[in-house]
């Protein structure tokens, strides 16, 4: 029979556990977990040490080849133009490859690069894009009325051109209006032109969200029958699984690139990590909204087994 440790040693494990959550899976840096465990670093550090010796945390690092033989399947599944899996969902591994997609498609001068919104974009863009000199940075639709920084689009904007070396052009005008503000602001000069930039989109960086459980979603309201089956959306345009559109009463009155725009564009790259969008990247590759794909290993792995077996009636999909 197992003995359970007791006393001090029980209490080392509990210390180990906390320092490797925080560490390992809420990503705090090791001053951080020493701040808020009130501990030094030095401490911090033996405990990260101790509890990798004890098998509390255990580290798997995938093979590069494998990951790149994931995406290429995945890539083949969904009918993609490409698919880059990274071994972590950590921020710098996902814009690392976001970058390296825009690298490839070796954009000119004057191409015009629109910009999505959510957790996982503002995080992309505050890591940082590529140099890529004189294009045209431009929202791919109005504001959200929500003060979390992640619905700050404008911003985003601001800094993916400063990072990118190119122009930022503003839309100053929230997501959801009236008809008949939508009229008025179509003779906006301003406005107008970027309604014309989202004609002409060459590269897009778009978050993929899940219904259940984004904000955004509150003023979107769907018939019984239509909201069981949405499972996610891209810049508002919601669809379900299968990747079919998934209409709401205030989608006419949208101010944002159209779902047709979207499937236009040459390099329309959606980003999203985490098991519960398995559903919602699905759709939204489906849709033809995103012709790119940014993920982990993790959910790229449940994909696959999803595509390739399919769910049993009944069975939850992990």
């Not at 698919?83 to 976001?98: G, H, I, P, Q």
């Not at 509150?218 to 029958?225: G, I, V």
């Not at 990247?281 to 033809?288: K, Q, T, V, W, Y």
Request: net charge neutral.
């Amino acid at each position: 029979m197992t003995r359970r440790p007791k006393g001090a040693r029980l209490l080392n494990r509990s210390l180990m556990h906390t320092a490797a959550r925080l560490h390992y899976l809420e990503g705090a840096s090791q001053l951080e977990v020493s701040r808020r465990m009130q501990v030094s670093t030095a401490t911090v550090s033996r405990l990260l040490a101790q509890a990798r010796e004890d098998g509390i945390v255990r580290i798997h690092v995938a093979d590069l080849d494998e990951a790149d033989e994931i995406g290429d399947q995945l890539c083949a599944a969904l009918k993609l133009r490409a698919v880059r899996v990274v071994e972590s969902d950590k921020v710098a591994a996902l814009a690392s490859s976001v970058g390296a997609l825009l690298t490839d498609a070796e954009l000119p001068a004057g191409s015009v690069v629109a910009i999505g919104w959510g957790r996982t974009i503002q995080s992309v863009i505050a890591a940082g894009l590529p140099r890529i000199p004189d294009v045209v940075v431009v929202p791919a639709m109005g504001g959200i009325h929500e003060t979390a920084s992640h619905f700050q689009i404008n911003e985003f904007v601001r800094i993916a051109a400063e990072s990118t070396q190119g122009e930022a052009r503003f839309l100053h005008a929230p997501s959801l209006v009236s008809a008949e503000l939508r009229s008025v602001l179509k003779q906006d000069p301003d406005t107008a032109r970027i309604l014309k930039y989202w004609s002409h989109v060459d590269a897009a960086i778009l978050g993929i969200g899940d219904f259940r459980k984004a904000a955004s979603n509150q003023d979107a309201t769907f018939e019984r029958s239509d909201a069981r089956r949405v499972v996610g959306d891209v810049v508002r345009h919601y669809f379900d699984e299968n990747g079919q559109e998934v209409r709401w009463p205030g989608q006419d009155n949208l101010m944002a690139i159209s779902r047709e725009q979207l499937q236009r564009i040459p390099l329309s790259i959606g980003v999203a990590v985490g098991k519960d969008k398995v559903r919602s990247i699905l759709g939204a590759a489906r849709s033809g909204m995103i012709n790119a794909l940014v993920t982990d290993t993790r959910v790229a792995r449940v994909m696959l087994d999803h595509l390739q077996h399919r769910e049993r009636p009944g069975e939850e999909l992990m």
